[in-house]
């Protein structure tokens, strides 16, 4: 059985960046996992306290998606470090989400974005869904480190 999600009120909507799971990383707290890969975009910069500061995650990936705000030279290749570091600060800090992510056991996780063919599906299915290889990954670093 192949897992799927896509949004934070769907089943298994704890996957999305967008659920509300707050946890700490780079010594600061982050609503959720979109707030930090978009602040992310802005490293170091005003942008970067200005997206963690905003109430709704939605509202994140609209800042960071506005390309008047200089993104980072390195974004491309940094992108998937930024979202595992996210991945598992997330669900290394909350036991509900590691006991969640555990009891996927071996199947696939995909996140069915079907407007997204880098970490979704896409509309498809032939997208790279690195967001659900992420999380495979994660649940094996998470089967080998105790909580």
Known sequence: MTIYFYGRTN??????????????LDGKTWPTA??????????????????RQVSRPN??????????????????????DVMRRAVWAKFSQ?????????A????EIVENAPG???WGCGADGSGKNMLGRILVETRERL?????
């Open 11 to 24: 089943e298994w909507g704890e996957f999305s960046n967008f659920a509300h799971f707050a946890f700490k």
């Open 34 to 51: 979109e707030h930090y890969f978009q602040a992310m975009k802005f490293a170091g910069t005003p942008h970067e306290d200005e997206i």
């Open 59 to 80: 509202d994140a990936a609209r800042m960071g998606r506005q390309r008047s705000r200089p993104l980072r030279r390195d974004w491309e290749s940094a992108k998937d």
């Open 94 to 102: 909350h036991l509900e989400l590691r006991s969640l992510l555990l």
């Open 104 to 107: 996927t056991r071996d199947e």
């Open 116 to 118: 997204d063919y880098y």
């Open 143 to 147: 089967r080998k480190e105790p909580p």
